[in-house]
């Protein structure tokens, strides 16, 4: 099992930058892919971006491409969320997802590919 915190989400202004944080634990970190997932109000769960094993590899939404970026430490178990320029349209719960990766350093973009989950964090960029 591998138990998944968020934090960091707040109400920020346009144009402002934040970080998210998801703090693993339960199971080796090193051997979790990480991703990102944001559900806004009345949508569809969406995914944001996602890091391989290692750190090594990254793939991101065309949404959040060259405003988001995502980093882990894999020392203290954690990855983060760092997002750049935020938008109204950005508002969402965000949530943090792992999937056992088994020695591959891959990337993986769908949710079905996730079987852990953290609870979210509520981010809200004011316009």
């Known amino acids: 099992q591998v138990q998944l915190v968020e934090s960091g989400g707040r109400l920020v202004q346009a144009g402002d930058s934040l970080r998210l944080s998801c703090a693993a634990s339960?199971?080796?970190?090193?051997?979790?892919?990480m991703g990102w997932f944001r559900q806004g109000p009345g949508k569809e769960r969406e995914f944001v971006g996602t890091?391989?094993?290692?750190?090594?590899?990254?793939y991101y939404a065309d949404s959040v491409k060259g405003r988001f970026s995502i980093s882990r430490d894999n020392a203290k178990s954690t990855v983060y969320l760092h997002m750049n320029t935020l938008q109204p349209e950005d508002t969402a719960v965000y949530l943090c997802?792992?999937?056992?990766?088994?020695?591959?350093?891959?990337?993986?973009?769908?949710?079905?590919?996730?079987?852990?989950w953290g609870q979210g964090t509520q981010v809200t960029a004011a316009s």
């Open positions: 339960g199971r080796t970190f090193s051997g979790l892919a």
């Open positions: 997802a792992a999937k056992w990766s088994s020695g591959r350093d891959y990337v993986y973009t769908s949710f079905t590919d996730y079987t852990y």
């Open positions: 890091i391989s094993r290692s750190g090594g590899n990254t």
